[in-house]
């Protein structure tokens, strides 16, 4: 078993946007600027969150966090929306999901501008990355790719089953596997809470990516021997051993798994960081206008 270690491969990462970002800014360009917008408490938001604020601070980017109660009307979120969108120093932001029930998701996220739009989320973006043109890519599903790059793990041709279909993660990271190019060529397998005979599916799987967001749900049982397991989930639990009060754990048991996989994951430690890098990566590419001018 090999740990697909976020920390390092992030840490590099990160180390090359911060040398590319002073080159930028030695030669006149604008320090990079990322805000979020977040309501409510979300356990996941607020690791996000805590975590993208640290590593703007490492790479020197600005950072802004927004933050409303969970009362916040519609149409109070959309002007705040609007104002990002209309304020020159920002280059980017995201609206934290899950959003209060009375919020529609979809309207916030048509209402992000495309070209500030860094989670990738926006319609636009999301048809681009379909089609395989110019586009912000979600975060996560980035970072996930760069995660396999960097490690240099055979997709071609590989079964790749993804367990949940979200708009933030399952549904673009399906899209990415299956395109003609590296990495990706896998046979894609999308599944989600309505799939019948989920562990045998899994069972066939190359490589199993998974996002449902319920801590530990994957054992050893549901996994091929030799598997790369990607571990996506991200959940506070009650921990009174912790000096926070809580633990994070992933959506796979780690120790259960790990003898039978090629690599894996480790929460934390894993994909989360990855994100962050996918973020920073797409924040920097609004600041330098790459994708929309
Ligand atoms: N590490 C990181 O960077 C990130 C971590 N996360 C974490 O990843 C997890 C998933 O997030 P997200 O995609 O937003 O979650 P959502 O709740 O939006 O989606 C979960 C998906 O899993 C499916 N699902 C739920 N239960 C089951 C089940 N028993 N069997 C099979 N499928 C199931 C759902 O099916 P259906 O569609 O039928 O409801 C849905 O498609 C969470 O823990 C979240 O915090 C999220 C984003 C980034
Ligand atoms: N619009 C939107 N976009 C998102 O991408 C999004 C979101 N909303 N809502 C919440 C989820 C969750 N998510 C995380 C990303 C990184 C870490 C992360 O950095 N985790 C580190 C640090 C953990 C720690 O602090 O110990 C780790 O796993 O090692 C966590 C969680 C992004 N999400």
């Known amino acids: 078993m090999q740990l697909l270690d976020g920390k390092a ?15 930028w800014i030695a030669n006149g360009g604008k320090k990079p600027h990322l805000a979020a917008i977040l309501v409510g408490a979300d356990g996941a938001s607020e690791t996000y969150v805590a975590s993208k604020i640290r590593s703007c601070e490492e790479i020197g980017f600005t ?3 927004l933050r409303f109660g969970p009362e916040i009307s519609e149409k109070e979120l959309l002007e705040a929306v609007e104002g990002l969108n209309n304020d020159p ?3 980017g932001f995201i609206v934290q999901l899950p959003l209060p029930k009375h919020i529609s998701e979809n309207t916030i996220m048509e209402a992000v501008s ?15 990355m379909c089609k395989g043109l110019p586009a912000y890519i979600s975060a996560t599903p980035f970072g996930i790719m760069e995660m396999l790059i960097r490690a240099k793990i055979e997709t071609s041709g590989k079964h790749c089953v993804v367990i949940g279909r979200s708009q933030i993660v399952g549904l673009p990271m399906s899209i990415l596997m299956q395109r003609n190019e590296y990495p990706g060529n896998c046979t894609v ?7 019948q005979n989920l562990k045998e599916i899994c069972q066939t799987a190359d490589i ?4 449902l967001g319920r801590p530990e749900f994957v054992t050893a049982d549901y996994v091929k021997e030799g598997a790369v397991v990607i571990d996506v989930g991200i959940t506070r639990v009650v921990d009174e051993t912790k000096k926070s009060g809580f633990a994070i754990k ?17 929460v934390p430690g894993g994909v989360g960081l990855m ?15 790459e994708i929309y001018s």
Do not use: M, W
Not at 208 to 211: D, E, G, H, Y
């Open 208 to 211: 199993l990516i998974v996002a």
């Open 275 to 289: 994100t962050i890098c996918g973020l920073l990566t797409n924040t920097f590419k609004a600041a330098k206008k």
């Open 250 to 266: 992933g959506d796979v048991d780690f120790n259960d798994v790990a003898p039978k996989a090629s690599y894996i994951t480790p």
């Open 9 to 23: 491969i992030s840490s590099q990462i990160k180390f090359e946007i911060k040398n590319e970002v002073e080159a």
């Open 189 to 195: 397998t999308i599944t989600h809470s309505r799939t």
């Open 89 to 91: 120093d920002v280059d």
């Open 114 to 128: 495309p070209a500030k739009d860094v989670d990738g989320f926006h319609p636009v973006n999301v048809g681009k």
């Open 63 to 65: 950072s802004t966090l």
